[in-house]
């Protein structure tokens, strides 16, 4: 009798337990707040995100979840104020007003948002307000016929046929007292880490954040050849001659590195800086659980 008693029970388990996890769908973006503004009297700091369309297969560029996830990550720290967009540009004109940096983390190049239209003249006025710039990864990619401004903005670039884009495993050995750094202990993570970046001469205003020496047989352009063994520079912070500040990130194409504590503490204290507030001693707060990066992701081609 006992037996009979439990064996409905065991039947009925597994599907309770299917169906509360088919509840749970990662494609689900719905519950991501959009472009919602501080109130007018709010002291706040308040920082914008801004995520490309969906590109390349499930787990990379995933610039939306991205964004969410750093959304999140950054509401830790009191007194800041997120504000995200998708599609690669603000819906609503107020979304950059009052902003004390912006994060850009899309697909770049030829068709990068920010060269197209008006934009360009809308980050410029952003940039000559001291607003803190942030490029992640395929963001840092422009025209080399944009180079004059982006220098200005970014203090270095990647360009197409100078600058290289290999997926490799970067060695963090060691890194540089800086705001962005507390907190960060060495790490090692493979990514797609684009090196041999146009930089401003001479590093004019440039402070090397992440270096790692790639193999050489990584180095795919003429220019990246002509400096084997040397170490890179895949991040850096870049001090404006106007008081601004900015952060080139050259990884952050698999989704899943995200879950690297010391990976997403250097890239929220990045933001942090370029916004002029105080970094913690210890780096910012970044806790979040495994289960988030499979979240707010785009459906793909590869994931219909």
């Known amino acids: 009798m006992r037996n009979n008693m439990l064996l409905p029970l065991f039947l009925i388990l597994p599907l309770c337990v299917g169906v509360l996890a088919a509840e ?54 009191s007194g800041v104020f997120p504000v995200m967009a998708r599609d690669g540009w603000p819906k609503n004109p107020q979304t950059f007003e009052g902003a004390k940096t912006v994060v850009f983390y ?15 003249q809308i980050v410029q006025k952003l940039m000559d307000q001291g607003v803190g710039f942030v490029n992640l990864h395929y963001a840092v990619e422009y025209p080399k016929s944009q ?17 290289t884009n290999p997926h490799w495993k970067a060695e963090i050995k060691s890194l540089p007292e800086h705001p962005i750094t507390r907190g960060v202990k060495p790490f090692a993570l493979q990514d797609e880490w684009y090196f041999n970046i ?7 205003g440039v402070t090397p954040i992440l270096k790692a020496v790639p193999p050489d ?18 991040a850096w912070a870049f001090n404006r001659a106007n008081g601004g500040r ?37 780096g910012a707060k970044v806790d979040m659980s495994p289960d988030e ?7 793909k081609p590869d994931r219909r």
């Open 24 to 77: 749970v769908d990662p494609y689900d973006q719905s519950g991501v707040p959009l472009e919602k503004q501080p109130p007018p009297d709010a002291k706040v700091t308040k920082i914008v995100l801004v995520a490309g369309r969906a590109s390349h297969r499930s787990g990379e560029h995933e610039f939306f979840a991205g964004c969410a996830l750093l959304m999140k990550l950054l509401q830790q720290t």
């Open 106 to 120: 899309m697909d770049g190049g030829n068709g990068h948002p920010i060269i197209q239209k008006d934009h360009r």
């Open 147 to 163: 180079s004059d401004h982006v220098l200005q903005w970014l203090g270095g670039y990647y360009e197409t046929g100078f600058s």
């Open 198 to 204: 146009r930089f401003k001469p001479e590093l004019q």
């Open 217 to 234: 047989d990584k180095r795919g352009t003429a220019a990246a050849r002509e400096h084997k063994g040397r170490e890179e520079i895949l």
């Open 246 to 282: 900015s952060f080139g990130f050259t990884g952050a194409h698999f989704h899943k590195n995200w879950g690297d504590e010391n990976f997403r503490r250097l890239v929220v204290n990045a933001i942090l800086w370029t916004a002029k507030l105080e970094v913690p001693p210890d």
């Open 293 to 299: 990066l499979n979240r707010n992701l785009d459906r």
